[in-house]
T-cell receptor, first 116, second 110 residues
Framework: GAVVSQHPSWVICKSGTSVKIECRSL??????MFWYRQFPKQSLMLMAT?????????EQGVEKDKFLINHASLTLSTLTVTSAHPEDSSFYIC????????????FGPGTRLTVL | GIQVEQSPPDLILQEGANSTLRCNFS?????LQWFHQNPWGQLINLFY???GTKQNGRLSATTVATERYSLLYISSSQTTDSGVYFC????????????FGQGTRLTINP
């Protein structure tokens, strides 16, 4: 149980385009979802926390107008990287926690974004 | 905010060896998780262990909350154990967010 999926698993786009990444909790209701970014050989850095039906809370230094997060349902959150640039290239990982998952966060497989 | 330090940063062992990975944290926590990140980037939950000791096969973990550290033990290492091991904590009275350590990169040679 407690499976989180992400789509797509990888994406290559041109500079200036927008990219949407989906995160789904497959077998539990995710009251809270989290988005992380990981650069090569570095740790995970939290970008934002989203609760179902409310606006996301962004970490300091993360541009909310550039990284749009929507948590429209208890099983789906989306991250849209707007007007992507090469420096946005990274590994984006979502996680979820919910009523039946206790305090444990379960992580998706990640999305590798490359901006040319 | 809370600080999480993992040691050692890198560890290279021969297959069959045992290893101990350490995670120190700077404040009280109500959640601590150990993860293994495989070569494809997937984070695999190993333990949810804010306190006490747990075992799962060749892996076990102990968290001494009063002394603010946790240990992950890997016995009889296999090459498939290679990867990066992360400790992550959620601070007491925090916003339910995990703060990750920098990880320990474990390489098991055949």
């Amino acid at each position: 149980g407690a499976v989180v999926s992400q789509h797509p698993s990888w994406v290559i786009c041109k500079s200036g385009t927008s990219v949407k990444i989906e995160c789904r909790s497959l077998d539990f209701q995710a009251t809270t979802m989290f988005w992380y970014r990981q650069f090569p050989k570095q740790s995970l850095m939290l970008m934002a926390t989203s609760n179902e039906g409310s606006k996301a809370t962004y970490e300091q230094g993360v541009e909310k107008d550039k990284f749009l997060i929507n948590h429209a349902s208890l099983t789906l959150s989306t991250l849209t990287v707007t007007s992507a640039h090469p420096e946005d290239s990274s590994f984006y990982i979502c996680s979820a926690r919910g009523r039946l998952a206790g305090d444990t966060q379960y992580f998706g497989p990640g999305t590798r974004l490359t901006v040319l | 905010g809370i600080q999480v330090e993992q040691s050692p940063p890198d560890l290279i062992l021969q297959e069959g060896a045992n290893s101990t990975l350490r995670c120190n944290f700077s404040d009280s926590v109500n959640n601590l998780q150990w993860f293994h990140q495989n070569p494809w980037g997937q984070l695999i939950n190993l333990f949810y262990i804010p306190s006490g000791t747990k075992q799962n096969g060749r892996l076990s973990a102990t968290t001494v909350a009063t002394e603010r550290y946790s240990l992950l033990y890997i016995s009889s290492s296999q090459t498939t154990d290679s990867g990066v091991y992360f400790c992550a904590v959620e601070q007491n009275q925090g916003a339910q967010k995990l703060v990750f350590g920098q990880g320990t990169r474990l390489t098991i040679n055949p």
